[in-house]
């Protein structure tokens, strides 16, 4: 059913591409619109995953400048039954982390030095099968490609504003241009969105599936939701679209509303204390998430875990 959901979705979106393509070039556009969407698409599946990484400054590491994050991952992949992906880190101060390539034997995640330094090893293990779930899932080719077509639909509803109205002097035409250019846009921004919410909940099962930890992920998402809400983002500021790949917000606290790139955390966190159960799994009373994210905390640091407060080997930067 998520296969079938989702290439409706991805068809969808071909279609309202090409209707736009239409509205502002006839049948000879439409075709156009079509062969460009092709294009895109191809361009993006062998180059999402550099794109991605380089437009965070992302740097891999191996077993010898990090071994325990990169042990911590392969662990994961193994228990998984699949290919070890590359694994990168972005120094940034803004907890996020996000996967990104085209299938499992092309993959790669990546984690900031912010989410490292916040979260205990049990957490950033939820975390990274989370990411890898994604990736199982293919969830990182076709959230790219989404991204890729909806920003498409932007571009030419922008073109039809300066050249489709003028063209043709016709008031039919020049309504639907006008409609093109503000309804197109919006309707690739919720596709995109509900994509991308509907599949968080699957990432987060698959993470507590792999990681058999469930409650550490819960515990994970509420402190990433409440350190993310507070420490600036660039590259999501930079480009909106990038905080669909993150698993939790780039830019806000998100919530499931029309807007949202990802689903509410508390609906999220008792998404996950429902598999526990059904895992039979029993939360360490330290990691219990009793408080509602919505809280603020009193501080940023009050988040990281004091017996880390000597540096970890998972954070490259040993900072204190």
Not at 31 to 49: H, R, S
Request: aromatic content about 4%; hydrophobic content about 45%; overall charge positive.
């Amino acid at each position: 059913m998520n296969l079938v959901r989702t290439t409706m979705l991805l068809a969808a979106l071909t279609a309202l591409f090409m209707a736009l393509g239409f509205t502002i070039g006839g049948s000879g556009g439409a075709l156009i619109a079509l062969a460009v969407a092709g294009g895109m698409n191809l361009f993006t599946y062998w180059n999402a995953d550099k794109i991605v990484l380089k437009m965070h400054g992302a740097r891999e590491v191996d077993a010898g400048n990090c071994p325990e994050l990169v042990g911590l991952v392969h662990g994961l992949a193994r228990r998984a039954n699949m290919p070890m992906p590359k694994v990168y880190v972005i120094d940034s101060e803004h907890p996020n982390a996000f996967a990104t390539g085209r299938d499992p034997a092309h993959a790669a995640v990546a984690a900031t030095t912010g989410l490292l330094a916040i979260l205990d090893r049990d957490e950033i293990e939820g975390v990274m099968a989370h990411e890898l779930a994604h990736v199982r899932n293919r969830d990182t080719l076709i959230m790219t490609m989404t991204a890729t077509i909806a920003g498409a639909i932007s571009m030419l509803a922008n073109f039809g504003m300066f050249f489709g109205g003028g063209r043709d002097r016709d008031g039919g035409q020049v309504l639907a241009t006008l409609l093109a250019v503000f309804v197109a846009p919006f309707a690739a921004m919720i596709v995109q969105m509900a994509i991308s919410r509907a599949r968080e909940y699957g990432a987060d099962r698959g993470g507590a599936e792999i990681s058999g930890k469930p409650h550490a992920l819960a515990s994970a998402l509420a402190k990433l939701a409440s350190g993310a809400a507070h420490i600036p983002n660039p590259v999501a500021e930079r480009n909106p679209a990038a905080s669909a790949l993150y698993i939790v917000p780039g830019l806000s606290r998100g919530g499931d509303s029309l807007f949202s790139t990802h689903p509410a955390t508390e609906n999220r966190i008792a998404h996950l204390q429902d598999i526990a159960r059904e895992m039979g799994s029993l939360p360490a009373p330290a990691r219990m998430v009793t408080r509602s994210v919505s809280q603020p905390r009193p501080a940023a640091v009050s988040s990281v875990p004091k017996a880390r407060s000597r540096g970890s080997a998972l954070d490259p930067n040993r900072r204190r």
